[in-house]
């Protein structure tokens, strides 16, 4: 198995990718801890990888408090004694205004894309650090790697978590600490379609998703588990030799 003994949290593990994640991580001998605001579809999360025989707590948390983001560290140490492998992999899809944006819409998006995952981030090191070495993968996008037209402000997140990623990738390889960032292109789950359709987006949702399939090399979007196959990869030990790096997971969006 790719992660025995490996003691794993996941954060956004309800739904869509994390979801395919958490339970992929446990099929590999991961124990995991699973962490969102949705309670009921945690529960179902956790039901599912205990039902298979695997171990899994759940913790429902509010990541745009800080506070929330360190307890979840805490509470993970205490049920299992520490931490191995931490998939940061909340995120907000923001909105399209630049002009005229409310403070609020500005601050929600900065707040669980960038400031959660530093805070999250930095209540692991001095776990991971304590167990002689760790993983650490962001959820990054296709919009962190190049310019977003519609998503000026989620690229400018996405940007900055990898420019963080790469920061800590330097700063952590003498503590045995590897750092990277998945960078998703449309992936089919429940955010995907906020992100077609976004409250404050003139244009259509059903259009934009047919314009981006169209700009597709693979012609089609990815699933959660293209992603989480791509995140045990990089968390798991196969991975030795790799820190610092942005992955596109994207069908080819960014190869063009
Ligand atoms: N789906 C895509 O096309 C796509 C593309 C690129 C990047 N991403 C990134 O992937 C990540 C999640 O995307 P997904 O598509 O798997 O999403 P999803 O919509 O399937 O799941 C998001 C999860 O986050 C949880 N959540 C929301 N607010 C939270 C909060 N304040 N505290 C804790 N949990 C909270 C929700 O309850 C939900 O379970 C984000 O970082 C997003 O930016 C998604």
């Known amino acids: 198995m790719r992660l025995e003994n490996k003691i794993a949290l996941v954060t956004a593990a309800a739904s869509g990718m ?3 994640g958490v339970i992929r991580f446990a099929a590999e001998g991961a124990k995991i801890v699973a962490v969102d605001i949705d309670q009921k579809a945690l529960d179902s999360v956790v039901k599912e990888i205990t039902q298979a025989g695997h171990e899994a707590i759940g913790l429902c948390a509010d990541l745009s408090d800080d ?6 560290i805490t509470q993970a140490v205490a049920q299992f004694g520490g ?3 931490l998939w940061n992999h909340v995120g907000h899809p923001g909105f399209s205004k630049v002009e005229d944006i409310e403070p609020e819409n500005y601050a929600i998006t900065m707040d669980l894309n960038i400031r959660s995952v530093f805070m999250t981030t930095g209540a692991a090191i001095p776990q991971m650090r304590a167990r002689g070495g760790g993983s650490i993968l962001f959820t990054s996008s296709i919009a962190g790697l190049i310019g977003s037209p519609f998503s000026p402000l989620y690229s400018a997140a996405k940007w ?9 990738a330097g700063r952590l390889a003498v503590d045995n600490i590897r750092v990277n ?3 998703p292109g449309v992936i089919d789950t429940p955010m995907m379609k906020t992100f077609m359709a976004r409250p404050d987006q003139e244009t259509d949702g059903e259009a934009n998703l047919a314009m981006m399939k169209s700009m597709i090399p693979l012609q089609r979007v990815g699933r959660p588990e293209e992603v989480a196959n791509t995140a045990l990869f990089l968390l798991s030990d196969e991975a030795s030799y790799i820190t610092g790096v942005a992955l596109p997971i994207d069908g080819g969006f960014v190869s063009k």
């Open 160 to 168: 900055g978590v990898n420019g963080f990623m790469a920061s800590l």
């Open 83 to 85: 931490i191995d492998l």
């Open 18 to 20: 994390g979801r395919a």
């Open 181 to 183: 960032s998945v960078c």
């Open 67 to 72: 506070q929330e983001c360190t307890r979840i």
